[in-house]
């Protein structure tokens, strides 16, 4: 009976049946000994099949691994893990090691939605143990169990599920914690090696697949931050060309001898927006008037910006962006750039500031031709005043700069010193009309016009300087013109010794004076001081009118009535005045010499009083 009971068992082991248990009951009494042996044998084959069915999902899961069969592997790993251990609720919390939280990203057993999800507070519960030991941690009870800081929140999603015996591995890969796979029963349990060894391959599996996805989120990070570089590379050396081709067209056009307006128009072109140029005083060379106007606080920035020699954004007004022109270390001017809805990119303030650089070879060049044009101007300017040059040969040389000698010429004479002049004779030198320089102690101006004049008011003006005394003369020719610069230089020096310097005289007002006075004003301001200062003191003194009184007598011939009808007062207010200046006069100014020599002084001072302001 015995032999066919330990038969049956064994029959039963071979064929992979389950062992009745009545039989080993009934070996136990029969025969002890036996019984005990065939109950170690039935242990043994029964945990060889669950290590079998073990291994076979450790071989499945690898399987996954490396086939990448779906994208859910820490759930199939928390669902495997769970039907082997036999637990209530299995999970995986992934580790955030810069916030030291944990998520749980994938579960099983759970009963309450709260479970999936939750987030542990870095510091508190079973997984900051494991973290800090990197080995499994567990407790049979965990409501109770004061080994580690508890949080509310969690100790109640727990509490719901009622859990009370925790297993937690780590998850590890390069000795770095990547989470942690906890074993959750609602009873007391105590796991044993094999529960935890297991749980250790399912937590290398899952530190596996955590690692790989880390990997390859970093990898796709990097890939999107190698074609975000790539782009802003292209973007760039884009950019560049476009820069390059655009300060090549500009130094193009500046070597052709374009003008402003033409560069401002293929820049504005390249950045699709106005573009304006301004001089050093703002006034616009090139583009729209409005960028350069607006309120004061704009013009002001303007100014600033352009004394400072330095690229400036403007927050508000008609233009955006500011980039000097800077010639030989000298702010010269300014590009002023639309304020639009869109802001210029750093490349395309860059191209602003290097097409600067391409006006300031414009305005270099200028400046050398307007030089070599001034040198060419202030010599023909010597030449014509030159008494003893060749005279033919200077009328051909203006001739060749495109004027007329035999149109009507005028000329403009005034004494101003080498540092007021330079300003001036710049201005001047602006219009191509003009000849313009200095010559013998003052400067002339020759212009085929009728206006020197307004010319040379208008270039002191925008020098700043004083005003001076203008003598002026005109011709039919310029040779003929030439013919009266000793006239004209006479008249300026002998009105300039009578104390007259500013105002504008015609040459031919001190003419017959000149001869009379050996061209020295000063003499003939002596003379008429000798003569008729008397009369010239008490009008300044009293307001009065006997200097015209006199004026008039001597223009009709003492005739009272014809006094009185010019001057429009009564006959006995002349014969009063007549009276007044016979007193203040010595002798008899009526006689033929002494009236003479009246008339020449009240003549004088007649003229010297012509000038006009």
Same mark, same amino acid.
């Given at each position: 009976? =015995?032999?066919?009971?330990?038969r049956s068992v064994l029959a039963a082991l071979a064929d992979g049946r389950e062992v009745d248990p009545t039989a080993l009951q009934d070996l136990r009494t029969a025969d002890a000994d036996t019984a005990a042996l065939l109950e ?49 609720? =299995? ?40 973290? +800090? ?52 029963? @609602? ?74 307006? =033409? ?9 699709? @927006? ?78 602003? +500031? ?65 540092? #007021? ?87 031919? #007002? ?33 307001? #009065? ?27 006995? =207010? ?30 004088l001072e007649a003229a010297r009083r012509a000038i006009s302001p």
């Open positions: 009976m =015995t032999a066919e009971t330990a170690q044998v039935v242990d043994r084959v029964a945990r060889l099949h669950r290590r079998d069915s073990q291994f076979g999902a450790v071989v499945a899961l690898t399987h996954d691994l490396v086939a990448q069969r779906d994208g859910a592997l820490l759930d199939s790993i928390v669902e495997r893990a769970h039907e082997l251990l036999g637990s209530d609720v =299995t999970y995986i919390s992934v580790y955030n090691r810069r916030a030291k939280t944990f998520t749980v990203r994938a579960v099983q057993g759970e009963t309450t939605p709260d479970f999936r999800g939750m987030i542990v507070p870095p510091g508190v519960g079973i997984a900051t143990r494991v973290v +800090e030991n990197v080995s499994p941690v567990w407790v049979d009870d965990y409501q109770h169990s004061f080994d580690f800081p508890h949080d509310t929140e969690i100790d109640r999603i727990l509490k719901v599920e009622q859990i009370s015996s925790i297993l937690g591995v780590p998850l590890v890969a390069d000795r770095v914690v990547l989470g942690v796979l906890f074993v959750a029963d @609602r009873r007391r349990r105590r796991y044993s090696p094999d529960d935890i060894g297991l749980a250790r391959s399912f937590a290398d599996h899952a530190a596996i697949v955590i690692e790989q996805g880390n990997l390859v989120a970093d990898l796709h990070a990097a890939s999107i931050r190698a074609d975000r570089e790539r782009e802003r590379a292209e973007s760039t050396a884009a950019a560049v060309r476009q820069a390059a081709a655009l300060h090549e067209e500009l130094t193009a056009l500046v070597a052709s001898g374009a003008d402003p307006q =033409t560069i401002a128009v293929a820049l504005a072109a390249s950045l699709d @927006r106005q573009i304006a140029v301004v001089d050093a005083d703002l006034q616009v060379l090139a583009g729209p008037q409005s960028l350069a106007r607006g309120e004061r606080s704009y013009t002001a920035a303007l100014r600033r910006a352009i004394g400072q020699g330095r690229s400036v954004e403007l927050k508000s007004g008609p233009a955006e962006f500011i980039a000097p022109i800077v010639v030989e270390q000298t702010p010269v001017g300014a590009l002023l750039v639309e304020q639009t809805g869109a802001a210029l990119s750093q490349a395309e303030r860059r191209s602003v +500031e290097r097409s600067g650089i391409a006006f300031a070879l414009m305005w270099m060049q200028r400046r050398a031709v307007d030089l070599a044009e001034e040198r060419i101007r202030g010599e023909l300017v010597k030449e014509l005043t030159d008494t003893h040059g060749n005279r033919d040969q200077v009328l051909e040389r203006v001739r060749t700069r495109g004027m007329n000698p035999e149109r009507p010429w005028r000329a403009g004479h005034f004494h101003m010193d080498g540092a #007021a002049a330079d300003p001036v004779l710049r201005a001047l030198r602006a219009d191509r009309n003009v000849l313009a320089g200095p010559s013998g102690g003052g400067v002339w101006v020759f212009t085929p016009g009728s206006d020197v004049v307004d010319r040379i008011r208008r270039a002191v003006r925008a020098a700043g300087v004083q005003a001076p005394l203008i003598v002026e003369q005109d011709a039919q020719t310029l040779e003929e013109l030439l013919d009266h610069l000793e006239m004209i230089r006479g008249t300026r020096d002998f009105a300039a010794a009578m104390g007259q310097h500013t105002g504008v005289l015609r040459a031919e #007002a001190f003419a017959p004076y000149t001869a009379l006075f050996d061209g020295r004003g000063e003499r003939a301001a002596a003379f008429v001081d000798a003569t008729i200062r008397p009369v010239l003191d008490w009008d300044a003194r009293r307001g #009065a009118s006997l200097f015209a009184t006199l004026l008039a007598s001597l223009d009709e011939q003492g005739s009272v009535t014809a006094i009185a009808r010019r001057l429009a007062v009564h006959p006995n =207010t002349v014969r009063q005045r007549l009276d007044r200046i016979g007193t203040l006069l010595p002798g008899d100014w009526t006689l033929p010499d002494a009236r003479f020599r009246l008339e020449i002084a009240a003549r």
